[in-house]
């Protein structure tokens, strides 16, 4: 039978490879998106599917009371929500709580929301993230000749709502995808609901871009990073900082959307999903190796040298693998064909 999904943040960068995803394995997807514009758009990224098996809801404000009570009704009836939307862009962010509250409250909203009137739904998938696993600060402090930590989905970052509040839009960002994912396990233990959780927590999240971005100035989080620190460059620039040691390719990610919304051992889990760790030097490598016009622009540093300090944390995907037998794809595939689609972009936005 044919899976009915209700999926969040489908515009987005990680949404709509999960779009493509469950499309193409023949679900049937409920997209939610925030206005006209971004609805018509997306139906220009997808145009070979009907309306039976892809539709839209427009939730304008998805922390409002009651935000998400149309979207979740449907005929037929959804069996399974992802819930991707969090802010994450810091360029728009202005104040912390604009990472918290959105977070926090979208998920208290879509899980109320299906409880309340979708009683088909048996699973709910979260995009959680590393930043709620990961004590950054922790990590931050540690001396350089400290043993690496390899976190598992046991640890939890231990920031307060107070630290948030006042600390950096950084801090603010990881207690948002903290707070929003504790919110959501709380409501599995004090509202019961028909459904079960399944939260998966990636940590960087690199590779190819599936929607519509106009211009490098409207690439999402992630992938400005690599354009900005690594594409609009110079080659005897400063290497870039290494910043969170561990990623994953986002198809890898969205499969694991995809694979969690069909496997039952999934009910109940907090996955981490990470393909690997690279640091400023590996991902200039991949690139200035395999791209000979980015060999002038990404910053050289040392070819083949300056690994990730003996200190740097990994994150560990054994559960992902054995629940969800996922695999990943290599570094190379990650980082080439996505720096290869932003000089493309590039070059089109500049002509
Ligand atoms: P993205 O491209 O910026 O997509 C974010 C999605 O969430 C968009 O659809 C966006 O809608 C929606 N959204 C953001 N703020 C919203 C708000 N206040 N109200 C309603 N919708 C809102 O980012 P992404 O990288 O795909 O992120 C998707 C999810 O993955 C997020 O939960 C993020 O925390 C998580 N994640 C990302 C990474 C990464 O490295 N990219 C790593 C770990 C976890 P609009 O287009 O309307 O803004």
Known sequence: MVQRVLLTGANGFIGSHILSVLLSKGFSVRSVVRSQAKLDQMRKDFPDYSNSQLDFALVPNITAPGAYEKAVMSTPPFDTVIHAAS???YRIVNDNSEFLVPALNG????????????PSVT???????????????SETAKPATAESKKYTEDDWNPDSWETAMAGTLNVAYRASKTFAEKAAWDFLETEK??????????????GPIRHSVPSPKELNESTARIYTLFIEAKADD???????PSYVDVRDLADAHCLAATTPAASNTRMIICGGRASSQDISDALRE???????RTPKGLPGGNPLAKNAYSCSSERAQKVLG??????EETFVGLARQLLDLEAKSAA
Request: glycine residues 4%.
């Open 87 to 89: 802010p994450f862009l």
């Open 107 to 118: 998920t208290k909203e879509i899980l109320k929301a299906v409880k309340a009137l979708a």
């Open 123 to 137: 699973r709910v998938i979260i995009t959680g993230s590393c930043a709620a696993v990961v004590d950054h600060s």
């Open 193 to 206: 609901p028909n459904f079960d959780l399944v939260v998966l927590n990636p940590p960087m999240v690199y």
């Open 238 to 244: 400063e290497l870039p900082p290494n910043g969170m």
């Open 290 to 296: 395999n791209i000979p016009e980015l060999r002038a």
């Open 326 to 331: 996922l695999k990943f794809r290599s570094r």
